[in-house]
Nanobody, 125 residues
Framework: VQLQASGGGLVQAGGSLRLSCAAS????????KGWFRQAPGKEREFVAA????????SYADYVKDRFTISRDNAKNTVYLQMNSLKPEDTAVYYC???????????????????WGQGTLVTVSS
């Protein structure tokens, strides 16, 4: 599986962006998908995850009610809609895919087997 993230850019605080992560591979629909981010000088952190059917989602507290993760298995793509962006959301955003089933490790990096290259989101104040 190869993952290609896109959609990053520069936006003012309060604005919105939608990130996309396109995947190659026939088994995309069976993978749990996640988004992580890494701000300058900080460790990578969990943002959101979605089950293979899209019926279950999980969010980090700092993005809950502002970000929405979704997926379109027919298009092999997962999305991250980001609203009410804040300067502290500035980071490189990475998508990831896990072969194992949904469990209580979805917020952990070591659950994921495949990673995209990242897309930069910059939120100006």
């Amino acid at each position: 599986v190869q993952l290609q993230a896109s959609g990053g850019g520069l936006v003012q605080a309060g604005g919105s962006l939608r990130l996309s992560c396109a995947a190659s591979g026939r088994t995309f629909s069976t993978y749990v998908k996640g988004w992580f981010r890494q701000a300058p000088g900080k460790e990578r952190e969990f943002v959101a995850a979605i089950s293979k059917s899209g019926g279950i989602t999980s969010y980090a507290d700092y993005v809950k009610d502002r970000f929405t993760i979704s997926r379109d298995n027919a298009k092999n793509t997962v999305y991250l809609q980001m609203n009410s962006l804040k300067p502290e959301d500035t980071a490189v955003y990475y998508c990831a895919a896990a072969r194992t089933v949904w469990d209580n490790r979805v917020a952990r990096e070591d659950k994921y087997d495949y990673w995209g290259q990242g897309t930069l989101v910059t939120v100006s104040s």
